[in-house]
């Protein structure tokens, strides 16, 4: 934010990024998916498949309760129907470069929680198509075709369903091609694949993000995939590093201070849901309960999409008041959520001292009145 387009100039000393700006975008668009397309080779698609109809019910109930109480705090917040809808939606979906990111940092790519989150972030992005599908019908033209929406959310749930069930098909055939001697030509195949499987992606409106990490889904059970981790990590790093950088770059922080209270209502809401969705989930999955903590504390992250959905509103013409308030809330759950997933754990301890002396209080006071 101290060195983006909108920071100040000190008379003939300009250390604003403006004329870069677009290839920094788009270097950390790339980014995000080394940091997804990593995640994939870490995971266990075999894992994922059987974990199915928990992601299926875990994701309903996710995406439900945190659009529902995004919806109404728009509501309650006196903001007109459209402007609510964006809200409910920008207060939605987790973003994946952040999860991606706590899942590295803290190595919990092989917890049992792991497979939960990721199939959970899928389970947003076929949200995710169908939402803009909605929202964008109604924002830019006025109108909406369910047999449109309909349409676009079977593409994007065929699209991700069809990758993984070719992927395990095609595992000795992936194994025999991915069979090279020169690191160089490695490393050109392993790149082209990303980035076509990613924009094939886009093109159908699937996140390019979800793509990448499909396709690191499907390698990771390829016996090239210990050469490929070892070969992203430089790039996942440096270029994660830049996506982190070039978010900092689209927030105009002389703008946020209107939007304070609201962000910081927001977020706390969204902290609220988003730990009851994930203990409720993580029980019906059968994980303990300091993983389904870390479930919820992990998908608490809000990023790239939010920005995406808050910037089709300001196309749309609706309040100049959502960027700024996207930009905070974003921005204070981009913060907490990876402080709060490291400490899960020493959360959890202090949520159970609690209850277990408020039981005992209750024991006490039952016997007192016996």
Same mark, same amino acid.
């Given at each position: 934010m101290a060195v983006g387009p909108h920071a100040p100039q000190f008379g003939v000393f300009d250390f604003r990024f403006i004329e870069s700006g677009s290839l920094i975008s788009y270097m950390g668009r790339i980014g995000v998916l080394f940091l997804l397309f990593y995640l994939g080779l870490e995971s266990n698609v075999s894992r994922l498949i059987k974990a199915g109809r928990s992601i299926l019910k875990g994701g309903s109930l996710y995406i439900g309760i945190n659009f529902s109480i995004g919806f109404l705090f728009g509501y309650l917040t006196g903001f007109p129907l459209l402007e609510t809808l964006i809200i409910a939606g920008l207060t939605t979906v987790s973003s994946s470069a952040i999860v991606a990111k706590i899942l590295f940092d803290y190595r919990r790519t092989a917890n049992p929680e792991t497979g939960l989150i990721l199939g959970i972030t899928m389970f947003e992005d076929v949200f995710l198509a169908v939402y803009l599908s909605l929202i964008s019908g109604i924002i830019l033209s006025g109108a909406s075709s369910f047999a449109g929406?309909?349409?676009?959310?079977?593409?994007?749930?065929?699209?991700?369903?069809?990758?993984?069930?070719?992927?395990?098909?095609? /595992?000795?055939?992936?194994?025999?091609?991915?069979?090279?001697?020169?690191?160089?030509?490695?490393?050109?195949?392993?790149?082209?694949?990303?980035?076509?499987?990613?924009?094939?992606?886009? /093109?159908?409106?699937?996140?390019?993000?979800?793509?990448?990490?499909?396709?690191?889904?499907?390698?990771?059970?390829?016996?090239?995939?210990?050469?490929?981790?070892?070969?992203?990590?430089?790039?996942?790093?440096?270029?994660?590093?830049?996506?982190?950088?070039?978010?900092?770059?689209?927030?105009?922080?002389? /703008?946020?201070?209107?939007?304070?209270?609201?962000?910081?209502?927001?977020?706390?809401?969204?902290?609220?849901?988003? /730990?009851?969705?994930?203990?409720?989930v993580g029980k019906r999955s059968g994980l303990s309960p300091v993983a389904s903590l870390n479930s919820g504390f992990t998908l608490l992250a809000r990023g790239e999409f939010s920005i995406i959905i808050v910037n089709l509103a300001l196309a749309g013409g609706l309040m100049a008041l959502l960027h700024p308030f996207a930009a905070l809330y974003v921005l204070i759950l981009a913060s907490v959520s990876p402080l709060l997933a490291k400490e899960s754990e020493r959360i959890y301890g202090v949520y159970s001292r609690i209850a277990e002396r408020l039981k005992s209080s209750q024991e006490a006071t039952n016997e007192e009145d016996g």
């Open positions: 929406v309909a349409s676009s959310g079977s593409i994007a749930l065929g699209f991700i369903i069809g990758i993984v069930l070719l992927g395990r098909w095609a /595992t000795p055939l992936l194994n025999r091609l991915f069979r090279i001697s020169s690191s160089e030509t490695f490393v050109i195949v392993v790149f082209a694949c990303l980035f076509i499987l990613a924009g094939l992606g886009e /093109t159908i409106h699937v996140a390019e993000s979800i793509g990448a990490l499909l396709l690191g889904l499907i390698l990771g059970e390829t016996e090239h995939s210990q050469r490929m981790e070892k070969l992203v990590v430089p790039f996942r790093d440096f270029f994660g590093a830049i996506f982190f950088f070039s978010f900092g770059l689209s927030i105009d922080p002389f /703008t946020l201070g209107g939007a304070v209270w609201l962000a910081v209502g927001a977020a706390s809401v969204s902290l609220i849901a988003v /730990t009851l969705t994930g203990l409720v």
